[in-house]
């Protein structure tokens, strides 16, 4: 990056969107890719990844840095992801895989699993930052400007039809996308902020695991403890994520253990430990109200995982049943786990809906 001379240079955070229940109109619709969002910059022979949490995923992905230098315009900043495509289907954990310190590996995994990237917004061309041009804008540079790419590297589909979007948002679920994102034309673009929208499949959110209760059946994991970040910046707990094998319980206590901590005193969770909060009756080591003989025994990690769940509803501030693991997301950042990710329910007034039609 020593020499890179851009309009718009890394780091930058990539442009957010907010879950709604349905696709709004008026828009730009595309489909919602399950991959590794990135930030490309381009001068001349230098590429570098930006990731969401802004460190540079470029020494993970060689194939992709040599597949942007053959495709891309000689300067040229770029919003996209980073996919792994396996016959018909995407293939998230293939992506997971390719994160790994051993450059042996890296290289050999760049040879058997090769990426791809899907561009969706143009930051910067040559001279000019597009930052303050409409979405409208952007997007018909963008097209023009990589129309003489060959894969893998493609330009992300994008129709202005609802109805369009709606069968988007049935079908492409079997190739592995997990929904639609939706863009307003006239949006300037703005990183970190949530002003796209996204429709997806089922309700998920990022949350930082900072610890995790015992099985009762012995030495192994039962539970992740989750936390999301109120606007305070405070890690509050908002439930648990569990329903494991016993085989991967087993595994996840050697995954966590360097990340266990033996003193709370630095923990955001160490108020918990006093004899206050545990007889609030609604903290991870506390006495379950339902059941005063279970044992919520917890050991404490440092909140540096982040992790992303299936959830069915919100209950206040808590997830109402227990959270569905899915997968670990080393590519999020933890502080960037927050309410503001979460798809806000749609509030009935309770008299009209027992009073009937």
């Known amino acids: 990056m020593a020499g890179m001379r851009l309009p718009v240079m890394p780091p930058v955070k990539p442009m957010l969107a907010k879950s709604v229940p349905r696709i709004p109109p008026g828009m730009s619709y595309e489909g919602k890719w399950d991959g590794f969002r990135c930030i490309v910059f ?10 969401r949490n802004e460190r540079p995923m470029t020494r993970y992905f060689p194939d992709v840095v ?12 770029l919003d996209g992801e980073i996919v792994i495509v396996r016959g018909d289907r995407l293939d998230f954990e293939a992506l997971l895989n390719r994160i790994h310190p051993a450059a042996s590996r890296v290289n050999l995994l760049a040879g058997e699993t090769p990426a791809s990237f899907i561009a969706f917004d143009l930051l910067a061309l040559g001279d000019d930052s597009l930052l303050e041009q409409p979405f409208r804008v952007r997007r018909e540079r963008l097209v ?8 893998p590297v493609h330009v992300a589909a994008a129709t202005t039809s609802v109805e369009v979007a709606e069968s988007w948002f049935r079908e492409f679920e079997g190739a592995g996308l997990d929904g639609v994102v939706a863009k307003p034309f006239d949006i300037p673009y703005r990183p970190d902020q949530r002003v796209m929208f996204k429709i997806k499949h089922e309700r998920t959110a990022d949350c930082v695991v900072a610890g995790y209760r015992r099985h009762k059946s012995g030495p192994v994991v039962g539970s ?8 305070e910046g405070n890690l ?15 595994e996840l206590v050697d995954e966590l253990a360097p990340y266990a901590v033996d003193d709370l005193s630095g923990h955001p969770w160490h108020a918990w430990a006093e004899a206050e909060a545990h007889q609030a009756g609604r903290l991870p080591g506390a006495t379950s109200r339902w059941n005063a ?5 917890w050991v404490p990690l440092r909140p540096e995982l ?8 919100m209950e206040g501030t808590r997830f109402r049943h227990v959270a569905q693991f899915r997968r670990w997301r080393p590519d999020r950042e933890p502080g960037s ?7 806000e329910p749609v509030r009935y007034d309770l008299a009209q809906v027992l009073s009937g039609p």
Do not use: I
């Open 42 to 51: 381009r001068d001349g022979g230098e590429v570098e990844l930006g990731s």
């Open 236 to 250: 509050q707990h908002v439930g648990v994520a569990a329903a494991f094998s016993m085989k991967r319980r087993a």
């Open 224 to 231: 992740l403890l989750l936390g999301l970040h109120d606007e």
């Open 293 to 297: 003989d279970k044992n919520l025994s």
């Open 144 to 151: 023009q400007a990589l129309a003489p790419a060959a894969p």
């Open 306 to 313: 982040v992790c992303e769940v299936a959830y069915d509803h």
């Open 66 to 77: 040599e597949a942007l230098r053959a495709n891309l315009p000689e300067r040229c900043v």
């Open 337 to 343: 786990c927050t309410y503001a990710q979460l798809e």
